[in-house]
């Protein structure tokens, strides 16, 4: 045998690739998080994003030193560290050679609300006006205050109905941190008969069975915008094998929805016996509430609400786990929040398997919005037929509509479900503002499509809408009036679903930015609009490439003479 050429230029490495771990980092990060050579558990990979958050909370930014002293702190690869921290928008990752971000960062909300409110304006004066080496001006998506458009999050602490006046004189008083609410406590809630349910359930009183069949008669559905039964999602999950998972979504992002909000801010009690009693019924291993980085004020609500379970005895340490997402819209569809929950990139999983079957650590996970289990209680004190009731028009339920735009009195207005929308902005929202005629509505946020005047007395439900191409989602209503752009809506829309896209498949990815070039256009032309549609809604993996086109159709179906009127040429 012929010996080995050995080639005398070869070198081996005599360390790993890539950049040397900043020992002193990795100090700061064990003073700031603890050591995990003491605490193995903190290196656990589902701890990540609240990890960054601790960082970048502590400092104003990441800083690429400080990734990879976490990347050596929790024992993962620098790829996975970078790839979930660039992949949220409230994250600040900063690279060697760049300089860090100004210490007060104004973000100013350019959803359909806000820039019908005068956004776009509004931004424009606060970076003319603003150093920009002291604060810096950023566009946010949708932050869930559409009533008090237009908003803007001055550090932490967001200013509803925002003029640049206002907010130089929050700089000024350096209030950044978020405005405080006033929530009711564990000892007025369990005063007025709350946690009873709990209780009853508990002790055997009430069988899951039982109450199973209660919601079904009220016919409580997921509010969280798919509508699915509540009873039949625990009927589900109960078949799988355990341990199992109960999963609260708290990241309400569609734009134009803040009913949830509006719920946990007046009463947490309500809806965390909701979910406790959601978690009892799947038997859940633990409880994890999901809850939207707009909301900072809400974070300690929440925090403190749980303490107080805690502290009552009527949770153990732990059972209940809160965590921040970090400004991904993508992260309300169920599974991308899963995603999300374990630490990675918030991307939709493909189905099958659903998550009632592989959720959260990849066992049997029942998920829920927070409206669907703040009702649970109300309805067994109640009875399900004064739930099922309410209902217009041949509809049953109540429904929280989050109507913003043209009306005098904007806000989360509960209303009979079916309820028409001429219905609603007379009897609920003082009619339409001043000055301002319908021209259209949003029945379901950025999503649900848009429907004109003519249409405002179809009843306002799930399976109502479908056949005019739309859906109602979380009910989020936002009202257009005859003064307002079309194309401008249009753009404002398609330009949120392009920016929020997760990237994951190409339909949803690419569609939505050429969509959004059509129509920048002068004129738009209507195949290939179509044509563009129809590939999104057949091949997007989750909801949003699926369900982002739909205003655009609608604005084709029903509203080429008001588009002519306004000078917008379509061909086709």
Known sequence: MTAQTVNPKRRFRGKPRGRELDNDELSALRQLLGDERDHPDLCRRDLLIEHLHAIQDGRGHLPLTALRALASYMNLPMAAIYETATFYAHFDVIHDDQRAPPAITLRVCDSLSCRLAGADALRARLEAGLDASEVRVLRAPCVGRCETAPVVEVGHRHLGHATSERVAATLATGELHPEPIDWSRLVDYRAAGGHALLADCR?????????????????????????????????????????????????????????????????????????????????????????????????RVLREAIGELETAGLIAPGYVVLRRGAGAYICGEESALIESLEGKPGKPRHRPPFVAQKGLFDRPTLVNNVETVYWIPLIHTRGAEWFASQGRHGRKGLRSFSVSGRVRYPGVHLAPAGITLRELVDEYCGGMAEGHGLLGYLPGGASGGILPASKADIPLDFDTLQEHGCFIGSAAVIVLSDQDDLRGVATSLLAFFADESCGQCTPCRVGSEKMLALLEREEWDAAALTRLSQVMMDASICGLGQAAPNPVLGLLKDFRPELANQNLIIRG
Do not use: Q
Request: proline share 6%.
């Open 203 to 299: 002790a055997g009183r009430v069988s899951v069975e039982a109450l199973m069949h209660e919601m079904e008669e009220a016919g409580l559905r997921g509010l969280g915008g798919a509508g699915f039964p509540t009873f039949r999602k625990w009927h589900f999950v109960r078949a799988e094998p355990g341990p199992r998972y109960c999963v609260i979504n708290a990241d309400e992002g569609e734009p134009g929805t803040f009913k949830d909000r509006y719920y946990l801010e007046r009463e947490p009690h309500r809806f965390l016996e909701g979910a406790l009693v959601s978690a009892w019924a799947v038997e859940a291993e633990a409880l994890y509430i999901y809850l939207r980085d707009e909301y900072p004020g809400l974070h």
